[in-house]
């Protein structure tokens, strides 16, 4: 099922990442980013789910950024 709907993917990634499926709650968060770019929430959670520092920090930098 492919899920469209950003806030819909939003809930599923964050399900994802509070169940400790990393890979998959990374991928749910660049799909809502991908339709929303300045969408707060999904870069905020991303920066929990991605391993890389730098990418941690490019997460927080553009919670930063948008709020």
Do not use: H, Y
């Amino acid at each position: 099922m492919e899920l469209t709907d950003p806030k819909q993917l939003l809930r599923e990634a964050i399900g994802a990442a509070r169940a400790g499926r990393k890979a998959q709650a990374r991928e749910l968060f660049l799909q809502v980013i991908e339709q929303d770019e300045r969408n707060e929430a999904a870069w905020l959670w991303l920066s929990g789910v991605v391993d890389d520092p730098q990418e941690r920090q490019i997460c927080l930098e553009n919670v930063l950024a948008i709020n």
